[in-house]
């Protein structure tokens, strides 16, 4: 081979430092063998100790005791070994160790035995104990002779082959996969926790493969590597936006702290998805106690903590909805139960005969009348459902007399009032305007409520009402004052919050479900005012509403309650009524409500129409099919064949009459279903009787004639209640 003079320097240069170097190492090796095998001993002693403090974690006394077996057998120069608390107490041993084990002073190795501490998560556990054979003598002498020297010639002579065959050797046995014993790494590769061995400036020594198959990389390539360069993220908690060296457990270890458990991580895995993981660290010791790096478990509780998350969004939304639907409840059964409690109470009396004369008889009905007109409005807000599922209050502002609304109310609850020998007035010492703008039905239930508790929990006296405008006339300001318990002034600061009342004691005396207070508040809110109250105990409460009312010009007409009432004695006397003059017709009515059959049937027999009533839809469709008639009350809800699909049938069969869906479903879109269905009308239950004559009126082109109203006493014309202390 010709090597040019350059290539040849440069070959034997080359040759001559490998030889160099080899002799060197050789020299080395064979002037002090005693300290290579010393070395040896140590590593074979440290990496027992990282596997046995593994071990230990786990509690696994059977891996320990055959990891000790296994060390026995496996290195002639090892004559006993064993596992020693810090007790004193030996747990695993082989060799017959406790009898040849000589005390150490100090606990210090020595050439033929090594003690390692050991830890596990409660700090120090005890000592790993080897007995090795004594290290022999300087071998110098005798080797001279031996086949050695002949090597040494030979790796010499080969120059630059030998020293990179050697420099190979020597390489892989400065790599750090090497470090530990296959053995141990198998057994670390079993475990499902990632495990990380990690040296005194923080870099990777062993990786097991759970924690390389989280980071999608070769265990062997993740060594030599800093433990803190893995994709680590922060916790979105935390006020740090960085990672520092203090931030990862093994940096405590390796600073001298004994354990680091409990310890939270986060990290990116494969798969771009973030794990979290609770990491204990302990410490890997030397022979003379020295930290020489840490161990670390790596448990995954990424899933742990996602179910976790889920079943506490879920238990929200859970307690959520059962809140609102007891909340629902509460509110709708006492709102309810207020206007059916007049109209229950007024109709026994009126069944009774208990009434003195006319006027009081008429009272009595317009209280059963306006209390079931304020009930079909709360029913007409039950069945709106999509109020209640997005939780808004809807409120509309219209013009209204609040003189008429404060009368209705104090009609209504005069009977509570009276059932306690309780005086209820009011007043209006300058008088309220004719007309405001304000959400009528959202006042009613804000007064009731008031008055009504301050009839419950007043037992002596009585309540009374004030109304007033405010001193910029843009809100309506009405106390309602009793003289019953009152409310302390802690109890005032949590009286308006859901579900509660001042006292348990109250609430087992007198009942109720304790949001009355809290509705009232919020309606009030909502049409632009608040509810507020002053009150001592043992000498009664005062609670003040107040709402926007809008704008007042300056020729706004005031009126007195005194003045309302003549008013309207004035207007139920002179007000005109339409009548009805029809024509002969014939009435189909399709109902399977004896009651409300009854009902439509008083009312067109009255106007002088033949009324034919059925009680199901296929009873319809067969007298529709063979007799005519010139209008169809089709009940929608109905057996054996309901109202939809007679009306359907019916137009497919020719007919061209007027059919009218008389229903009790209501809901938004149900108009728009009848009328699909063939319905060329829609009157929803309960039925406004003026609107089902004028309906028909229309239908059979009735002549209409104005007469001087009779004395209705459901006119719906509010008379006047007794406002003075009765």
Not at 157 to 167: A, D, E, I, P, T
Not at 276 to 291: A, Q, R
Request: a negative charge; aromatic letters at 4%; proline letters at 5%.
């Amino acid at each position: 081979m010709n090597l040019s003079p350059r290539v040849r320097i440069v070959a034997g240069l080359t040759g001559l430092l490998s030889s160099l170097l080899v002799i060197a190492l050789m020299l080395k090796l064979l002037a002090d063998p005693r300290e290579v095998e010393r070395e040896w001993r140590g590593r074979l002693c440290e990496a027992m100790a990282v596997s046995a403090s593994v071990e230990l974690s786990r509690n696994d006394m059977q891996r320990l005791q055959a990891m000790l077996t296994v060390l026995d057998e496996r290195h002639p120069d090892v004559l006993s070994a064993a596992l020693r608390q810090a007790d004193g107490q030996i747990v695993s041993e082989v060799g017959e160790h406790q009898n040849h084990w000589e005390p150490l002073e100090g606990n210090a190795s020595s050439e033929s035995q090594i003690t390692i501490p050991l830890r596990n998560s409660a700090g120090n556990w005890g000592n790993l104990e080897v007995r090795f054979t004594p290290l022999k003598g300087n071998l110098w002498f005798e080797m001279r002779h031996s086949p050695v020297l002949r090597l040494l010639a030979f790796l010499t002579v080969g120059g630059f082959g030998v020293f990179y065959f050697y420099l190979g050797k020597v390489l892989e046995q400065l790599n750090p996969n090497k470090a530990v014993p296959s053995r141990v790494r198998s057994a670390l590769d079993t475990l499902a926790e990632g495990l990380l061995v990690i040296d005194r400036k923080g870099r990777i020594v062993l990786c097991n493969s759970a924690l390389a198959q989280t980071l999608g990389q070769d265990p062997e390539k993740l060594t030599t590597k800093h433990a803190a360069k893995l994709p680590w993220v922060r916790d979105p908690n935390s006020p740090k936006s960085h990672f520092t060296n203090a931030d990862y457990p093994w940096s405590h270890v390796l600073a001298g702290e004994p354990v680091a458990k409990q310890s939270s991580l986060r990290l990116i895995d494969q798969n771009g998805e973030l794990r979290i993981f609770v990491v204990n660290c302990s410490p890997v010791l030397g022979p003379n106690n020295e930290v020489r790096g840490a161990v670390c478990s790596f448990e995954d509780i990424t899933v742990l903590e996602s179910q976790k998350v889920e079943l506490a969004q879920s238990k929200a939304v859970a307690e959520a909805a059962n809140e609102a639907k007891s909340h629902f409840l509460a509110n709708m059964s006492h709102e309810i139960r207020t206007p059916m409690n007049a109209i229950l109470g007024f109709t026994e009396i009126l069944r009774r005969g208990m009434y003195d004369n006319d006027e009081q008889r008429s009272e009595y009905l317009h209280t059963i009348h306006s209390s079931g007109q304020h009930l079909l409005r709360l029913i007409n807000d039950i069945l709106d459902l999509s109020k209640v599922e997005a939780g808004k209050l809807e409120v509309e502002r219209l013009e209204c007399s609040p003189h008429e609304i404060l009368t209705d109310v104090v009609s209504i609850l005069r009977v509570k009032a009276n059932e306690k020998s309780l005086s209820l007035t009011c007043e209006t010492p300058n008088g309220l305007p004719a007309k405001v703008t304000t959400d009528a039905g959202r006042l009613r239930q804000i007064l009731t409520n008031l008055i009504g508790n301050a009839i419950k929990f007043t037992e002596h006296g009585g309540v009374s009402l004030v109304a007033r405008l405010s001193a910029n006339r843009s809100q309506l300001e009405i106390d309602v004052s009793d003289t019953g318990v009152g409310i302390s002034a802690e109890a005032q600061r949590k009286i308006f919050d859901p579900f509660t009342q001042a006292d348990g004691s109250i609430t087992r005396r007198f009942g109720g479900t304790g949001l009355g207070l809290t509705i009232s508040k919020k309606f009030a809110e909502s049409l632009g005012g608040d509810v507020t109250v002053r009150s001592t105990p043992g000498q009664g409460s005062t609670f003040t509403i107040t709402v926007a009312i809008g704008e007042l010009s300056a020729d706004t007409r005031m009126l007195s309650i005194e003045e309302f009432a003549a008013s309207a004695k004035h207007v139920e006397t002179t007000s005109a009524k339409k009548h009805y003059a029809f024509p002969p017709a014939r009435i189909l009515l399709a109902d399977d409500g004896e009651a409300n059959r009854q009902l439509i049937e008083l009312v067109l027999r009255r106007h002088g129409l033949h009324v034919t009533s059925v009680t199901n839809g296929q009873e319809a469709l067969d007298k529709a099919t063979a007799e005519p008639f010139d209008v169809i009350f089709m009940d929608m809800q109905m057996p054996v064949m309901d109202g939809y699909e007679a009306s359907r049938q019916l137009r497919q069969r020719g007919h061209s009459g007027p059919i009218i869906a008389l229903t009790a479903n209501a809901m938004h879109g149900d108009e728009d279903k009848c009328r699909a269905a063939g319905c060329s009308g829609f009157l929803p239950k309960p039925v406004d009787l003026d609107k089902l004559v004028a309906t028909l009126a229309e239908l059979l082109h009735a002549q209409e004639s104005v007469t001087p109203a009779e004395r209705n006493p459901a006119s719906g014309v509010a008379s006047a209640p007794r406002f003075s202390g009765e």
